[in-house]
């Protein structure tokens, strides 16, 4: 990702505040992000409503133009 120690004292990404883990994204040097895992949750959920996913058949790659 490229960034310095010192962006890392920013708030919490979302995505750290879901899946902790990473010690340098959930040190002491950063502040906690401002929505709660509930609302992180209803926002993926709203987006997922709005933008749904779509379904591909799976083609085995053999059988793709220039698959291998």
């Known amino acids: 990702h490229g960034d310095s120690s010192e962006t890392r004292k920013n708030e919490r990404s979302p995505w750290d505040t879901l899946h902790a883990g990473r010690a340098w ?19 993926i959920a709203a987006h997922y409503q709005t933008h749904p996913v779509k379904h591909f058949e799976s083609v085995p790659i053999a059988s793709q133009p220039g698959g291998r």
Do not use: V
């Open 25 to 43: 994204a959930t040190g002491g040097g950063n502040t906690p992000n401002k929505k709660s895992i509930a609302e992180i949750h209803a926002a």
